[in-house]
């Protein structure tokens, strides 16, 4: 079992800027990868960035690249994801997932935190 909290959403202008952290716990053994999704009202869940905690591999959905980072700190086993220029477009759910691939598919995850709100205003 895998216990993963995400922290630091919050209501923001457009333009600003935040960082999202998940930590994880418990029995982390045989964790590939860690995925950020996010989910909009009406709106399906859709992939947004993702990265291996061995080599370091990322990947970015189209929508977010050149404004959205993914890192992680392999010794707090916590992953982070840096947004800047924060758009309305990207008010939703902010969702932290990992499992044994590394995928853009939901279905691919084992375990998932429960969100944090992210609302970016006009």
């Known amino acids: 079992q895998v216990q993963l909290v995400e922290s630091g959403g919050g209501l923001v202008q457009a333009g600003d800027s935040l960082r999202l952290s998940c930590a994880a716990s418990?029995?982390?053994?045989?964790?590939?990868?860690m995925g950020w999704f996010r989910q909009a009202p009406g709106k399906e869940r859709e992939f947004v960035a993702g990265?291996?905690?061995?080599?370091?591999?990322?990947n970015y959905a189209d929508a977010v690249k050149g404004r959205f980072t993914i890192s992680r700190d392999n010794a707090k086993n916590t992953v982070y994801l840096q947004m800047n220029n924060l758009k309305p477009e990207d008010t939703a759910v902010y969702y932290c997932?990992?499992?044994?691939?590394?995928?853009?598919?939901?279905?691919?995850?084992?375990?998932w935190g429960q969100g944090t709100q992210v609302t970016v205003s006009s």
């Open positions: 997932a990992t499992g044994r691939t590394m995928s853009v598919v939901p279905t691919t995850y084992a375990y």
């Open positions: 990265i291996t905690w061995n080599v370091g591999i990322t």
């Open positions: 418990g029995r982390t053994f045989g964790s590939y990868a």
